[in-house]
């Protein structure tokens, strides 16, 4: 059966870094599409870092970038998101996803466009 499962997450204080991995089993990830998404209390899920797979196409949120990196290690089926810079707006809930959809050959962070979600990291960060 396929799944993820996400692990990393923590309490930093602002300006602090965390990694987040991301572990696919039961499918080959290195064909898919995988993307990091996050939820806050009270908003809705927003798309963060997307990876098309073996390519290593990446896509950012303009909240994001230049702050957060999105990799993927093909072998151990793991795709990491390297969070620098940390600020009080990234305070949420991780959420990893698996999907196939390319828009121009790019992932997207889009959610309806992902059918796998992992169980989700909770991410803290304090002033």
């Known amino acids: 059966q396929a799944s993820l499962e996400e692990s990393g997450g923590g309490s930093v204080q602002v300006g602090g870094s965390l990694r987040l991995s991301c572990i696919a089993s039961?499918?080959?990830?290195?064909?898919?599409?995988m993307g990091w998404f996050r939820q806050a209390p009270g908003k809705e899920r927003e798309g963060v870092a997307a990876i098309r797979m073996r390519v290593g196409t990446a896509e950012y949120a303009d909240s994001v970038q230049g702050r957060f990196t999105i990799s993927q290690d093909n072998t151990e089926n793991t795709v990491y998101l390297q969070m620098d810079s940390l600020k009080p707006e990234d305070t949420a809930v991780y959420y990893c996803a698996a999907g196939n959809y390319l828009e121009y050959w790019r992932p997207t962070i889009v959610p309806s466009h992902y059918n796998l979600w992992g169980q989700g990291t909770q991410v803290t960060v304090s002033s």
């Open positions: 039961g499918f080959a990830a290195k064909s898919n599409v």
